[in-house]
């Protein structure tokens, strides 16, 4: 088993959030979180007044215009950056729905993994609206990039953190992760983001060294050794 290859997770139950619900139906599951690349908890960090959103294409395009209006108006002096896998005619409707906003925002799509990393290291905020998709790994990789990040209130990585560290880091989860309850409310939350003091990037990307790549290897070294000495 390749397990460089991310195509394969899709195939486990990849975050600890699934396995628990997966376990209140079925029987106990076994949880193997895909890696955040080591590179990223090396690359250099220099943040700069910078939001990144990703979009992904459904209702979040369509309420993309507003969203950005709301962040513009609080934010006069940020860059907003929205990226993603983005063919063209959904590229388009993205500069359609910001409509007035364009000078404001900056599209792009399918940025390599390079670009992607660069920018994310200057970002100060990585905002992620798309609701109930429990962890999304450019989650984990933006903090381990160092940006707060701003997800909706049903994600996984706030309880994989705190099931890995116990209760006592919620006071730090809260420095570097806020929630959403709907679309309409991310500019306000983002405000209450801003409100907490103490923003610091190490802690960000500390909250997410255990599902660094190299922990991962040992967890399917550990799972594989085990299953073989078990038959």
Not at 73 to 90: A, F, T
Request: net charge positive.
């Amino acid at each position: 088993m390749c397990i460089r290859d991310r195509s394969i997770f899709k195939h486990f139950l990849t975050r600890l959030y699934n396995a628990k619900t997966v376990e209140n139906i079925l029987s106990k599951s076994i949880v193997l979180s895909p890696p955040i690349d080591n590179k990223l908890f090396k690359a250099p960090i220099k943040k700069e007044n910078i939001i990144v959103m990703k979009v992904k294409g459904g209702r979040e395009l369509k309420v993309l215009g507003d969203i950005v209006a709301r962040i513009a108006e609080k934010y006069r002096d940020w860059s907003i950056y929205v990226i993603g896998y983005l063919d063209q005619r959904l590229s388009q409707k993205v500069r359609e729905y910001i409509g007035g906003q364009r000078e404001r925002l900056v599209v792009l799509p399918n940025l390599s993994e390079e670009k992607k990393i660069n920018l994310l290291s200057k970002a100060k905020i990585y905002i992620h609206p798309v609701k109930y998709e429990h962890f999304g790994i450019i989650i984990g990789e933006a903090l381990a990039l160092g940006c707060r990040v701003l997800v909706h209130r049903f994600s996984g990585i706030i309880y994989d953190i705190v099931s890995y560290y116990g209760r006592d880091s919620l006071k730090h989860v809260r420095k570097c992760i806020a929630t959403y309850n709907d679309y309409s409310d991310i500019a306000e939350a983002l405000q209450v983001m801003e409100d907490i003091e103490d923003y610091n990037p190490s802690l960000c990307r500390e909250l997410v060294k255990p599902f660094q790549e190299h922990v991962f290897k040992h967890k399917v070294k550990t799972l594989m050794r085990n299953f073989i000495e078990g038959v």
